[in-house]
């Protein structure tokens, strides 16, 4: 029989409800209100309001960069590299990194840079440091400089920013607490990367990158903007924003210390494919665990960020001073990691030997030949073997042309007559296919082949050959439209020691139809490799050359 439930019983009291809820709320918040772990209840770093920054710049010069400091927030946001230019042409600026633009709220443009910073733990905690804090300046030198600020409570506030004298620049703050209780902050970092949304794609990864929790994180900036936020959670690692040649890197200190990772889009608006905003800005931070400082007490906290050139020696060298995990992976070495990176360091071997990357690549192709000669010389004297052997294959194709399973059957019986394997000649290729990507790979990423001259036209090894058929190689005064194919000296070049290889060797295949594609190949080699990097393809050429000699004078 069911039950008989009064009115009442079904409709509580609004105050008894209340009061239930209430006593469960303050419950919860005992459990868990206080725990340490916990993200800062605001965050400044997600806010995309645009502002006007004041400025009070400080400069700094060392070997490497040249920029200024802010002593109004003390972000960084004006760093050019001394040693690398935007072009081969004379008037070229150098590269500049971080860039302040003046005007913020148009969206044409914006700015780059890194800041560093002090979170308060709770709204109430308001006298930390912000970005619109005058700091005055302690002591300053050509490369570092102490700043210091006092709040309203005497708790006083130093950073010392100081560069090396290559790309590093480290940041230590710290807090002298002169009050009468305990301050608790969150540490953070980020930098703010304005990027191009109409730049070109890059043959190597552009965008964020970051070693995180043993696993490296690589998001192009398109993924970022669909997904609008990235989260991880690590002891250790790096994070930031990288190019083909360039960098803004954050590295925690080495404590290993807990710290929330992130890597976000900060316009907050959608935008149309028809709009003209060419940049859009993303934002890489993180965000440590709480730092308490108790009354007479102080604490302080380093961080760092590598600005620079993507230099191998270098960034090898901040790997071990600094205990940076897996710190290389900041250069995209591809999926032939295991290749790219010992090649990248012959090439420089080689490069510092000659003064020349192009004559680097010709002793480094000598030196993948020497390697690769046993494997060449039996596909050679296989093919060898094969160009006797032609008149008695061609007579058994016209005996056998009308059934070619039976001209098959007899092909093959005489290759095991004479011990000959009509695929060896596709041995040598098969293995040049990885050291081609691992050497592309090498080729694309060193930032000394970047604008590195050879001879006479080539003056970027890291560009396609300048040169065009289409204007008579510059005979001609204009310059070919940009939808034509570069068919430069080089291609053209490297198609030529393609089709000698080619007539070299014998026709293994039956097929007329395969036959035929096979004698174009030196052309769809050309278009293909006409765009591609001219190191590249005097690499490929190079091989060719080489190839052509040792089956030219085989025994």
């Known amino acids: 029989m069911e039950k008989n439930v009064t009115p009442n019983m079904q409709r509580p009291s609004f105050f008894k409800t209340f009061l ?15 725990k340490k772990e916990e993200l800062p209840t605001i965050n400044p770093m997600t806010l995309t309001k645009k502002v006007e920054v004041k400025r009070n710049l400080i400069p700094f010069e060392t070997e490497s960069l040249k920029g200024n400091f802010n002593s109004v927030g003390l972000r960084v946001d004006d760093i050019i590299l001394k040693k690398y230019k935007e072009t081969l042409a004379k008037d070229s600026p150098n590269v500049e990194l971080l ?37 005055k300046i302690v002591s300053k030198s050509d490369n ?6 006092t709040n309203s409570k005497k708790i006083k506030f130093t950073r010392e920013l100081s560069f090396d004298e290559n790309y590093m620049l480290t940041v230590k703050d710290t807090v002298k607490n002169n009050s009468n209780k305990d301050v608790e902050f969150y540490p953070y970092a980020r930098v703010v990367k304005s990027q191009d949304m109409y730049a070109p794609v890059s043959s190597s990864h552009t965008g964020f990158v970051a070693y995180l929790n043993g696993t490296l994180e690589e998001y192009r900036y398109g993924k970022i903007a669909d997904k609008k936020l990235y989260e991880f959670n690590s002891k250790d690692g790096w994070l930031g924003f990288g190019s083909d040649y360039f960098m803004s890197i954050l590295v925690p200190d080495e ?11 900060l316009s907050d608006v959608s935008m149309p494919k ?15 665990d709480v730092i308490s400082v108790a009354p007479n007490k102080s604490e302080t906290v380093v961080s760092r960020v590598y600005i620079g050139a993507k230099e191998s020696s270098v960034i090898a060298k901040y790997e071990k001073e600094f205990s940076i995990p897996k710190f290389d992976l900041v250069i995209d070495y591809g999926y032939f990691y295991i290749l790219s990176k010992p090649f990248t360091k012959i090439l420089k071997w080689f490069y510092d030997f000659t003064g020349n990357f192009g004559v680097a690549i010709i002793l480094f192709t000598i030196l993948i030949r020497a390697l690769l000669f046993p494997i060449a010389q039996k596909s050679f004297k ?16 016209a005996m056998y042309a009308g059934n070619k399973q039976m001209m098959n059957m007899q092909l093959a019986m005489l290759y095991k007559k004479h011990g000959i394997n009509p ?10 296919i990885p050291v081609f990507f ?27 050959d300048p040169t065009s058929v289409f204007n008579l190689f510059g005979l001609l005064p204009f310059t070919p439209y940009s939808w034509l194919p570069h068919l430069g000296v080089l291609p053209l070049l490297m198609g030529l020691t393609m089709y000698i290889q080619q007539k070299m060797q014998p026709m293994v295949s039956t097929d007329a139809t395969q036959a035929k594609m096979m004698k174009f190949l030196p052309f769809i080699f050309i278009l293909m490799f006409g765009g591609l990097p001219s190191g590249l393809v005097l690499y490929w050429t190079v091989n060719n050359i080489l190839s052509i000699i040792q089956q030219k004078y085989i025994k």
């Open 274 to 288: 028809t709009s003209q905003i060419r940049y859009k800005q993303y934002q890489a931070d993180y965000v440590r």
């Open 382 to 397: 296989s093919m060898e073997k094969m160009k006797k052997m032609q008149p008695e294959m061609k007579r058994i194709q």
């Open 438 to 464: 691992a050497l592309y790979k090498s080729l694309v990423i060193s930032i000394e082949m970047r604008q590195a001259p050879f001879i006479w036209w080539i003056k970027d090894l890291s560009a396609p």
């Open 255 to 265: 404590n290993n210390q807990s710290f929330t990772a992130r890597v976000l889009e």
């Open 20 to 34: 239930y809820v209430f006593c469960v709320f303050m419950l919860l918040n005992m459990i868990f209100g206080k």
């Open 144 to 149: 570092k400089v102490v700043l210091e600020w």
């Open 99 to 135: 860039k302040y633009v003046k005007d913020e709220k148009d969206d044409k443009e914006k700015s780059s840079y890194v800041e560093f910073g002090l979170l308060p733990v709770s709204e109430n905690q308001n006298f930390f440091p912000t970005n619109m804090t005058e700091w």
């Open 423 to 432: 695929l060896s000649g596709c041995l040598p290729m098969l293995v040049q």
